[in-house]
Nanobody, 116 residues
């Protein structure tokens, strides 16, 4: 089992910043990397960013240049620094732990709301 605890969501105005954190505990040895998805009302869940323990990262085109994912191996924690937030970034953000063929563990989700 892997437990994921997210923090850092909230309400901000457009152009402001937020940092999300997700700490993993439990059977970390089964995890290859971590990342974030988001789901806006009425829309499908979409991938935002991912990071491997080796430090390789990916970012969705919609957030490139604004969001940065990072991973702290010592703390088993992944971060999502979100700058210049836009209204369309409003969503519930879900952290996940990637166990390869074993699938994903998911966090409970944290709400990010961007207002004008």
């Amino acid at each position: 089992q892997v437990q994921l605890v997210e923090s850092g969501g909230g309400l901000v105005q457009a152009g402001e910043s937020l940092r999300l954190s997700c700490a993993a505990s439990g059977s970390i040895f089964t995890v290859n990397g971590m990342g974030w998805y988001r789901q806006a009302p009425g829309k499908e869940r979409e991938a935002v960013a991912s990071a491997s323990w080796a430090g390789r990262t990916t970012h969705a085109d919609s957030v490139k240049g604004r969001f940065t994912i990072s991973i702290d191996n010592a703390k088993n924690t992944v971060y999502l620094q979100m700058n210049n937030l836009k209204l369309e970034d409003t969503a519930v953000y879900f952290c996940y732990a990637d166990r390869g063929d074993l699938g994903y563990y998911w966090g409970q989700g944290t709400q990010v709301t961007v207002s004008s």
